[in-house]
């Protein structure tokens, strides 16, 4: 009785309208400072070069199977390795961000991704193409954890939902961009797929320079602001010591959320590319569109990606992330038909539009300290556990015919879809979210405490040289940058481990 009533109380519901932050959208624009928007916008287009430098292979499939004199099958090798490597650099990277900093970890690992992309366009043998696409796979597994502590973190609370929707579609941008110069510049070069990847390069050389002109993170900052104006300094290798204890308390503390992360991010990503990868050959093979018309409807299909997540994003800030994230899953499956059944080109593309729409969700599942490596490594676990899923469909369909003997893709992809939208529904009901998480006063991974998610509220004015008080401190204020109030951000260890015994 006790493990049932703990699971109704946990339901998903809109939270208190005591506990709602303000959801004016010109208020939530105005708030924002010049500073808070170019660093998300330095997140936001590091995201997008992932995505460049990602699909410029895919939309070059063709083209190098010809260059390579290899099948198409055994070019796709090579998105495999990437997808695998992923998670490796979402550890090196996101570990690096969280103990140095948000700004060189991000600028070396772009510089790395533009320089594996140019290297790509000169790989002269195949074997050398799958070793460069293996190392970009280490660098670009990196970025989003980085982009997305970097964007959102300087983020007051009220307006991370939506710009963390906004955040996200930077991959759907960088897919729309990517397409854009294989339909128009790509044809016009004699079919020269080597553009791509000059572009990809270009974009992650201006992304970092981008990142280069900024200043660091405005949490770091005021971390080593309080560490100074409190007098207690540490040495650089005593703070990497502390770093490793903190990260294995808060592996151990945050252990239950971290394959509730997995799983539902094995969920988004199965739902992201079920809904995708296979559908362009769906639409040529069993629907009769060309090429050409299948790569319009996959971008008119990202530009309900983009739609979706940011309405998506703003609706989870008043409705609750998990609840948005069951909307968005109904929504999906509730289009399915019409991006099943048409046979025109305008009804697939509005059937990918309006289930794009849906794909997206939201997540807010990071411990504290560790919110640049945790959410890299959720994500591109869930990635990697995912990325049979072309596969899967392609077997299937195979295998599955319609009544005129074409490969049922869209009966399969469909099925996909309705079972992966259940996953993800059940991963709701269960798990918990962090809706309204002051991150930004938490500790940093470098302190002791951060570990454990501790808040501290520091005197901004006590830490500002050239400010003035005539009010008299309390005793335990006297150091300047002490804190004035200290909790946790998430659950403690006893709490946690009575969730882990109740489920």
Known sequence: MGVFSAFIENLPRPPPKSSRESTNVIAIFRSLTFMQYMLFFSGWLAWTVDAIDYFSVSLSNHSLSIYFGKPLKTITTSLTLTLLFRPLGAVIFGLLSDRYGRRWPLILDLLICGALSLSTAYCKTFGAFLAVRSLFGIAMGGIWGLSA??????????????????????????????????????????NNYRILFYFAAAVSAFAAIVRACLPESEYFLKRREAEKASGNVVSSAE???????????????????????????????????????????????????????????????????????????????????RLTIIVCCLWTCAFIPLWLIPKSFGGLAAGAFMVQMGVQGLSELSPVAFRAVWPGVAYQLGNMVSSASAQIEATAGANLKTASGKPAYGKVGAILIGVVAAWIIGCCLLGREQLGLHFEKGKAAFEKGGGRDEIEELDEDAMDPHAHHDIEKAPEHNKLGQPLHRESASMTDEKASNISSAY
């Not at 973190?153 to 941008?173: D, H, K, T, W």
């Not at 079920?274 to 018309?293: E, F, N, T």
Request: aromatic fraction near 10%.
């Open 149 to 190: 502590a970097l964007g959102l973190e300087n983020m007051p609370v009220e307006a991370r939902g939506m710009f963390s929707g906004i955040l996200q579609q930077g991959y759907a941008v960088g897919y729309l961009l990517a397409a854009v110069i294989n339909l128009t510049l790509v044809p016009k070069h004699h």
């Open 239 to 321: 703070k990497s010591k502390i770093f490793i204890k903190e990260a294995g308390r808060a592996l151990k503390l945050h252990w239950v959320r971290c394959i509730f992360a997995l799983c539902l991010m094995t969920g988004f990503n199965f739902f992201s590319h079920g809904s995708q990868d296979i559908y362009p050959s769906y639409m040529q093979d069993s629907k009769g569109l060309s090429a050409h018309q299948a790569t319009i409807a996959t971008i008119i299909g990202n530009c309900g990606a983009i739609a979706g997540g940011t309405i998506a994003g703003y609706v989870s800030q008043f409705l609750g992330r």
